[in-house]
């Protein structure tokens, strides 16, 4: 029996799966960068009109005359450009996913490329099998090519478990990081409400603007694990979202008063909750990810353990 042409065998199957996750990867990431233009191009769209609205106040319009009349137009303005900035806070978070998108895909293709000749690569070692096979009179030599096979293709298996294992603990971490800024927000807005003044008012805007950043490195993390799970087979979960509003921040601005204060705690303990919810469901894919990890190296010991078995056997 050839050790040179099992390991070889072993090598290209290996190679072979991942270079057919990897299509995989490209055409999933091609469809989401199209989804994601598509959603631009209605935030531009929303921003556009937000911002006429802001023009028009500003100009000398009929409207502006009558707002001005009714002693209403410094409280309109202020709301129109609190609208126009959330929808601009918006869109400046798609463009930033989209840009994560392309840089992902961009990785997968050169990956691909390296990968372009695996398909030929695995046949010709298929061919010297079949060679081998053919004036080889060793009985077990068949089941050994066909143990080497399925080990590489089990190990690359365990090479893209492992991936979504990093990518799962990546965003379970970005993911307490946003639930510990929101606690701290809850706190700061609670005080705010109760006897705050101008420096809670400050830090509790802070919290919100680093909590809204750590939230959307969290969405970036879960796009990454969303790719990393369509590469593993048969998992009942996929990577959910998270995103915390941008208005929040806005409206605390622009309407600093009791009842926008409550509006605001309201909105952190939504978030919190969708953060919890998220991290939950996480928690239960790092579970499952454990879980076909071991299975998977269960597989592979088996695997060696017949093919020792059968070396042994003279």
């Known amino acids: 029996m050839s050790d040179d042409i099992e390991q070889r065998l072993a090598q290209a199957a290996a190679a072979l799966r991942e270079r057919e996750l990897t299509e995989q990867r490209c055409e999933e990431l091609r469809t989401r960068i199209d989804q994601m233009r598509l959603e631009l191009a209605e935030l ?64 997968a293709q050169a990956r691909l490329r390296k990968l372009a000749s695996a398909p030929i690569a695995y046949d010709e070692v298929l061919n010297e099998k079949a060679r081998y096979l053919a004036s080889s009179g060793d009985p077990r030599g068949a089941r050994l090519l066909e143990l080497a096979d399925e080990r590489g293709r089990l190990v690359g298996e365990l090479h893209e478990v492992t991936e979504a294992q990093r990518a799962a603990d990546a965003a379970r971490g970005a993911l307490a990081r946003a639930r510990n800024l929101l606690d701290s927000a809850a706190d700061w807005a609670t005080y705010d409400m109760v006897d705050g003044g101008a420096i809670s008012s400050a830090v509790k805007h802070s919290r919100l603007d680093e909590a809204a950043e750590a939230a959307a490195y969290a969405d970036r993390c879960l796009a990454l694990l969303r790719t990393e799970l369509a590469d593993v087979p048969d998992l009942p979960l996929t990577a959910p979202q998270v995103a915390i509003g941008g208005m929040t921040r806005f409206a605390d601005i622009w309407f600093d008063n009791i009842f926008t204060d409550l509006v ?27 879980q076909r990890a071991a299975q998977t190296r269960a597989e592979l010991d088996r695997i060696e353990a017949e093919r020792e078995t059968l070396l042994a056997g003279g």
Do not use: F, H, M, P
């Open 44 to 107: 531009r769209s929303r921003y556009a009109a937000e911002q006429r609205d802001v023009d028009k106040l500003e100009g000398l319009t009929l409207s502006r005359v009558l707002a001005s009349l009714r002693g209403a137009r410094d409280d309109l303005l202020a709301r129109e450009r609190a609208e126009a900035d959330a929808a601009r806070y918006r869109l400046a978070e798609a463009e930033a996913r989209l840009e994560a998108l392309r840089t992902e895909r961009a990785v």
């Open 264 to 290: 605001v705690a309201d909105r952190i303990d939504q978030a919190r909750w969708n953060v919890d919810r998220v991290i939950r469901l996480v928690d239960v894919l790092v579970g499952q990810l454990r």
